[in-house]
């Protein structure tokens, strides 16, 4: 017990590596099989009263491991994981080639994760993975949701559900086979997508879900990968889906798509011959108001407008974002300051010359609805006439969640309404630079 409470006890220092390094091959296969001691929050069964836990995480963030090591407690009794030592179970991968290489035979798969006294037998023709002690688990495909019928069962894992290609059907055929014991459960692993079953499960108040990005398991994946790999995606619908774990959806009234989007991202932006500041100042001045829209765009000088920044803050009185204005403007040596003076009139003026007096203020007024001024800009994006200088997720997740009452999602889009200023200036309105109102 000694090993083990200095490992415990080191397990969030650099102590550990040296204590593992000097282990003799059969204590490392016991550390190995300390799981609970080891797994993250994340890749434990979740407390309370559950029936279907929802392990959500990115490529590598250790779901299968999770999932692997949840049967393994069910199969062997361990407690925390179930009543009693579960009898039978169901193990359903996306296809016959993805359960055998993943669920049973991966790096980080069902008998990998066992100690060879303890380790299941495969059983290739029958499916079924047969532990010493007599538990027995059946192996399906989720390709033929048909032979899901008749078997029955105490608990489930499910793996990459997300990907099924029959998600809904092969799922509701496992669901009426979880029909013995006292208290069957399930556990379904899988980096989401915004398909019908995801949405389903994560509506439902029986299903548990816990979430783990990427880097939550950087120890465990090849040097260099994460630093590879999220500098290419990071802040991308492809990375958030991926790396965060992330459930990204469309709205089906969204003036932009996120395919549209991730079309109108570049790495870089050619020179700039005009850059503009916008600012969409909040309606009241307590951290409660909505958000001050700040949004930077530049004119390339082939002709098409660039996001080349998103410093969107929650201020609680206004000479805090006239300040982050002001900042932005100067770092960026943009030739205007675009700002909306429908709440407040003077005040913005005054407000962001009170921070410096020789900055331009361009002073637009509204005078129709969000959505009538947004749909020329969309109209731009439509044409590849305005593009995104790397990811802006923030600004992104407002423009897929603007729709037709001109919310994003149930509330203001202040990052987009900044935007559709800053394009409109610079792409459809006046190019003079001195101070005007701009009525749109």
């Known amino acids: 017990m000694r090993l083990r409470d200095a490992l415990i006890a080191c397990a969030k220092s650099t102590k550990r590596d040296a204590i593992l390094a000097g282990l003799r091959p059969r204590d490392v296969a016991w550390v190995a099989g300390e799981w609970e001691q080891w797994a993250r929050e994340d890749q434990k069964p ?4 559950w ?3 929802l392990a959500l995480g990115g490529r590598g963030a250790g779901k299968t491991r999770a999932g692997a090591e949840w049967v393994r407690g069910l199969a062997l009794g361990h407690p925390g994981f179930g009543p009693l030592t579960t009898g039978r179970i169901a193990l359903v991968g996306e296809t016959y080639a993805d359960l055998r290489e993943v669920m049973i035979d991966g ?3 069902l008998r990998a994760v066992h100690a060879g006294g303890e380790r299941p037998k495969w059983e290739a023709t029958r499916k079924r993975l047969l532990w010493p002690n007599g538990v027995v688990a059946l192996g399906f495909s989720a390709e033929d949701p048909e032979a899901l019928r008749g078997p029955q069962f105490e608990a489930a894992w499910s793996d990459e559900i997300a990907k099924w290609r029959q998600g809904e059907e092969a799922w509701d055929m496992l669901q009426f086979g979880l029909r013995l014991g006292s208290r069957p459960r399930q556990v379904a692993t899988t980096t989401p ?13 029986g299903v548990v879900v816990t979430r783990a990005a990427t880097r939550a398991n950087a120890a465990h ?4 990968f994460l630093q590879a790999v999220v500098g290419t995606y990071a802040g991308t619908r492809l990375g958030r ?8 959806e469309d709205r089906e009234d969204a003036l932009w798509s996120r395919d549209a989007i991730e079309g109108a991202r570049v790495r870089a932006a050619p020179e700039l011959t005009r850059i503009v500041v916008a600012v969409d100042p909040p309606a009241g001045g307590s951290r409660r108001s909505d958000a001050c829209g700040l949004v930077a765009v530049g004119l390339g000088t082939d002709g098409r407008a660039y996001v080349i920044a998103d410093e969107t803050l929650h201020a609680s009185r206004p000479e805090l974002w006239a300040a982050r204005a002001v900042a932005l403007w100067r770092r960026l040596g943009a030739d205007a300051l675009v700002a909306e003076v429908n709440q407040g009139g003077e005040m913005v003026r005054s407000v962001i010359a009170g921070v410096d007096p020789g900055v331009p203020v361009v002073a637009v007024r509204a005078t129709r609805g969000k959505w009538l001024r947004a749909e020329p800009v969309a109209a731009l994006y439509a044409q590849g006439r305005v593009l995104h200088v790397g990811p802006h997720p923030a600004l992104e997740d407002e423009m897929a969640g603007f729709g037709l009452d001109g919310l994003s999602n149930g509330r203001s889009p202040d990052r987009v309404d900044a935007l559709v200023w800053a394009v409109t200036h610079l792409m459809l309105g006046a190019k003079g630079r001195g101070p005007r109102v701009l009525a749109l």
Do not use: F, H, N, Y
């Open 241 to 248: 889906q991926e790396l965060e774990g992330e459930l990204i």
């Open 221 to 224: 994946l090849a040097p260099g």
């Open 107 to 109: 790096p980080s798969g």
């Open 193 to 205: 997508r915004a398909v019908p079953l995801i949405k389903r499960l994560m509506a439902d108040a």
């Open 46 to 49: 979740p407390a309370g009263d």
């Open 51 to 53: 029936t279907t836990w």
